[in-house]
Each structure stands twice: as structure tokens, then as C-alpha cells.
């Protein structure tokens, strides 16, 4: 529906582009001087859809065209890596977008955090919030800008160091290297989605995810992921691993109202590409957090060996498991020493 609202629409997407929207597809093409098949392919993988002759580009498109050609053309890095490189870029910003709308929106009291009733309702109720939104999408802006560029170099210097640091192999675009790696979800979440209203189970999910990364941060691990329900944590001692498998259950016990946990962990190689991790261990682990009980870790027979003799943990043999694509499979439950 055309109406009122797109103007003020119009200024709050110039505010967040820094400019506004000048050149079409083709036309950003032409002046980038690359064919649209490129800039086509630069666009869709930042994750957006194809926009046909809109003008829905501005300067600051047209300039990153140039600097990540230039890269091309330099000999720094091909296209399949830019391309990947923009990919990787465009999956983390979006889900980073989506949690600052959702802080900029929690501060403005007036403006919906959803949509309810017909699209006329729906717009009468927006129409009112565009001006407390713009309100707080200008306070906030600088700030976040600079966040996310403080926290890049961070990340980056970290992940920077790690890298010289451990011992890896180069293969093509992907790196092996040998980690230990933890799986926690929380039991029955299933169960709990249909049974608890939408708000309460967002609370619960949102908890849960923060706990969680607080307590992999300290210990030293590094979260790869959150899903839901579920963590992805990895490091290369496996004893830091699982320490934080401890605390985690010992960290959502004393969150009140928070749900009991499972952890799996597996030892062994693990393949990371784009900030992810795959392979084997990274599936043995998984089926390791299905296979435990509520309350408990469960670690395969590469991370118990290891730990053999560390005097912080104690193993228990639990009987073996026949697991789908893996074959027979020994779990060992993990307690801390004197638990």
C-alpha cells in the first residue's frame, strides 16, 4: 500500500544508509565500471534480493564497489573471496542489525515491537512511532558505529593471535586444527515452546544465550554459535572445554526459572571455515548432548582420555550407544573431582 508513511520511511532508511539512494543497478554497474553480474553477486551475498531498476544505491554502495574491486585488481584477493569474504560480512551484520533495531526500540516507549491487526491498523499504529524511532536511531547511531568498529578490531586482534598462535593446516580455503568441542542445549525446549507464551519463552531463550556467553567468555572458550536452544562452544584444551560444561550447568541452576542443560563434548579434528566449525567431532558432540540426561555432560573417549589424569574432573563410563552415521559410540559422564 502507497501511502503517507513512505516519506518519513524514506528519511529514517537515509539517516541508517549515510546518504541517499541515487543509482540503480545498472547504473551502479556503469560507474563502478564492472559488469552488473558482479555487482549483482556482491549484493545478493550480503544477503539482500535482487531490487530490478530501483534506486536503492548511494555513493557509499558505488565506493565499496571500487574498494573491494580494487582488491580484485591489486592481486590481494579474487573474486570468489570477495565474495566470500562479503558473505561472511553480511550473515553477521544482519543478525547484529537486528539486535540493535531491537535496543533502539526498547527505548522508545511509543513504537511497537511488532505489528498487529490489518495492514490499515498496522499503519496507523507505526505512523505515530516513526518520529520517536528516527529520535533514537539519530542518539544512537555514532555510538553503535563505533561499537561495532571497536569490537571488530577486538575480535579480530583475538582471532588474529589465536591463529599464530595455534597449530593449524592450510588446505584450500579451509583450516583444520585439532579442538575440543562443546555442545549445551536445554532439555524438553520443545516441549516449552508450545507450552509457554511467546514474551515468556523469548525471555527464557534470551537468558539463556547471555548466561551462556558470559560463562564460555571467561573461561576462555570461544562461541562459534547460538541456535534457540542451542550453544556451540569450542577451544583447543579440552579441560577448558570442560570447565565450561560445568559451569554452565552450575551458572542456568542458579538463574531462577531457567531450565535444566545437556552438554556433549568430543575431541578431535575439526574443519573451520567462515567462522564455523564442521566435521566429525563437531557431529559427535551433537549426538553426545542428545544422548545426555537432564543435568549431566557426556565427553567421547577422545576428551576422557585426555583428561585422564587431571585431578579437577572425574569420569564415569555410561554403556555405549549405537548413533546413526557414527557407529557404536562410548559416552563418559563428566563430574568434577569431589563433586
Partial sequence: MVGPLEPSVDRLT???LGAPTRYTAAELAAEAKVPLSVTSRLWRAMGFADVADERAFTRHDLEMVRLLMGLVDGGLLT???VVELVRGVGQTTARLAEWQTEAI????PGVPTSATGDEQSAEAEVGPALPELMEGTKALLPALQ????YAWRRQLAT???RSAAGSVERESEVTTSRLTVGFADIVGFTRLSRELPDDRLAEL???FDSISADVIAATGARLIKTSGDEILFVAPDAGCVAETALLLHDAQAQDRGQQSLRVGIATGSVISRMGDVFGTTVNRASRLTVLARPRTTFVDAETMNTLTDDPNFTFRGVRPRRVRG???IRPWS??????
Avoid: F, H, P
Fill in 14 to 16: 537515509r539517516l541508517a
Fill in 79 to 81: 573474486l570468489d573471496e
Fill in 105 to 108: 526500540v526498547r527505548r522508545r
Fill in 146 to 149: 563505533k561499537l561495532v568498529v
Fill in 159 to 161: 582471532a588474529l593471535s
Fill in 205 to 207: 531463550i534470551e537468558s
Fill in 326 to 328: 557414527l557407529g557404536l
Fill in 334 to 339: 563428566l563430574q568434577r573431582a569431589g563433586g
